[in-house]
């Protein structure tokens, strides 16, 4: 079946560094990805989409690319914020039209 | 944005017991409501799937007498965790979806239910 391989956590950066959170796909035929977003205390959040290979989902600073050769959507930012602290998910939908997760990443960004 | 709120935030209950968590669609009219469920460092698993008026489609493995859920308007769904034993102890995500596109779904805060 389909899965999502998320980079295990917590990522701890300070506050302006570069963030990279690893993301990797088993899927047949052609997923739509995502990134979702948790800030403390809140439910998940969509983050940014790509739906074809070779998209770029964006959305507050955030990136994310959908290589199909590599069977990955890499989050990244350039600059983080303390107020990016949060848990990040990688999700894909496939043809059965339901989500499946990554095990998600913690963030922590210190000033 | 559309909110989805979920009832209570924590619980604790006695093994053996019931409890019911609410969630619900604040803003808008939710066609399909789903429910997750969260072990620590684990991603989200799903649960079931529920649509207004009829009866929920779980996923391979989940208990249907023992998970129940109730779709009964279009801004409330309710997830009943019947006779609790301490391995049910988990974190429990709803999602609400308001139109056809699966990954159109606004989530809740979660319920953290503890089963002694």
């Known amino acids: 079946g389909d899965s999502v391989t998320q980079m295990e956590g917590p990522v701890t950066l300070s506050e302006e560094a570069f963030l990279t959170i690893n993301c990797t796909y088993t899927?047949?035929?052609?997923?739509?990805l995502f990134w979702y977003v948790q800030y403390p205390g809140e439910g998940l959040q969509l983050l940014l989409k790509?739906?074809?290979?070779?998209d770029k989902g964006s959305n507050k600073g955030f990136e994310a690319t959908y290589r199909k050769e590599t069977t990955s959507f890499h989050l990244e930012k350039g600059s983080v914020q303390v107020s990016d602290s949060a848990v990040y998910f990688c999700?894909?939908?496939?043809?059965?039209?339901?989500?499946?997760f990554g095990g998600g990443t913690r963030l922590m960004v210190k000033p | 944005g559309a909110v989805v709120s979920q009832h209570p935030s924590r619980v604790i209950c006695k093994s053996g017991t019931s409890v019911k968590i609410e969630c619900r669609s604040l803003?808008?009219?939710?066609?399909?409501m789903f429910w997750y469920r969260q072990f620590p460092k684990q991603s989200l698993m799903l649960m079931a799937t529920?649509?207004?008026?009829?009866?929920?489609?779980?996923e391979q493995g989940v208990e249907k007498d023992k998970f129940l859920i109730n779709h009964a308007s279009l801004t409330l769904s309710t997830l009943t965790v019947t006779s609790a034993h301490p391995e049910d102890s988990s974190f429990y995500i709803c999602?609400?979806?308001?139109?056809?596109?699966?990954?159109?779904?606004?989530f809740g805060p979660g319920t953290r239910l503890t089963v002694t």
């Open positions: 899927a047949t035929g052609y997923p739509s």
């Open positions: 790509a739906t074809k290979a070779d």
């Open positions: 529920s649509n207004e008026g009829s009866k929920a489609t779980y």
């Open positions: 803003d808008f009219q939710a066609t399909t």
């Open positions: 999602s609400a979806s308001p139109g056809t596109k699966s990954y159109e779904q606004y």
């Open positions: 999700a894909l939908i496939n043809a059965g039209n339901m989500l499946t």
